[in-house]
């Protein structure tokens, strides 16, 4: 079954570099067009797509954090990586990775999700 | 950005009963190569989004034929009828028809 789970560092401080990972089972990144993709969700708030990387290595960006954001995968294919580099309290939220299966433009699976805080 | 608009807010209903969720976008949905991506996920508390309608009126394996998707170009609705207990907490919507995604601002179920 597809299952996605994010990892990251929990709290850091403002002005260092987020560091987040999503490990995924079920489905393999290496077969044509499927796409993992970053989303993320302040506490109390709604959704907003970050970033997302296809089966080959093309990357997807939201311009409004496009020169923060770095989206990579492994050559596993099993594991994507997301970079937001100086944070601030603004990216305090949860954080999920979520596919999209070849040619569906829409999220199927998510994973549970990981909170960041960034505090001083 | 293409900006979607939820309404209501906040739904108060009773269990048994029958809902409707109207997410409006600021441009139209249609894509180029005439599907319309417009997408609806329920988040129940303490959980990720999970996926019950894609592309308007599709719904997604296992989601029961209580969930009906429907609409076009900027308007769209789900419907929820004999609402049971599992279908609160707060439904969004997607597009993905433009760059970039956009959800909309959700809209919470709850027992009246």
């Known amino acids: 079954q597809v299952t996605l789970k994010e990892s990251g560092p929990g709290m850091l401080q403002p002005s260092k570099t987020l560091s987040l990972t999503c490990s995924f089972s079920?489905?393999?990144?290496?077969?044509?067009?499927?796409?993992v993709s970053w989303i993320r969700q302040p506490s109390g708030k709604s959704l907003e797509w970050l970033a997302a990387?296809?089966?080959?290595?093309?990357?997807y960006y939201n311009p409004s954090l496009k020169s923060r954001l770095t989206v990579s995968k492994d050559t596993s294919n099993t594991q994507v990586f997301l970079k937001i580099t100086s944070v601030d309290t603004a990216d305090t939220a949860t954080y999920y990775c979520?596919?999209?299966?070849?040619?569906?433009?829409?999220?199927?699976?998510w994973g549970q999700g990981v909170m960041v805080t960034v505090s001083s | 950005d293409v900006l979607m608009t939820q309404t209501p807010v906040s739904l108060p209903v009773s269990l048994g009963g029958q809902v409707s969720i109207s997410c409006r976008s600021s441009q139209s949905l249609v894509h180029s190569d005439g599907n319309t991506y417009l997408h609806w996920y329920l988040q129940k508390p303490g959980q990720s989004p999970q996926l019950l309608i894609y592309?308007?009126?599709n719904r997604f394996s296992g989601v029961p034929d209580r969930f009906s998707g429907s609409g076009s170009g900027t308007d769209f609705t789900l419907k929820i009828s004999r609402v049971e207990p599992e279908d609160l907490g707060v439904y969004y919507c997607l597009q993905s028809t433009h760059f970039p995604l956009t959800f909309g601002s959700g809209t919470k179920l709850e027992i009246k």
């Open positions: 079920g489905f393999s990144l290496s077969t044509s067009g499927m796409v």
């Open positions: 592309r308007v009126s």
């Open positions: 990387i296809d089966w080959d290595g093309d990357k």
């Open positions: 979520a596919r999209s299966l070849p040619h569906n433009n829409w999220f199927d699976y």
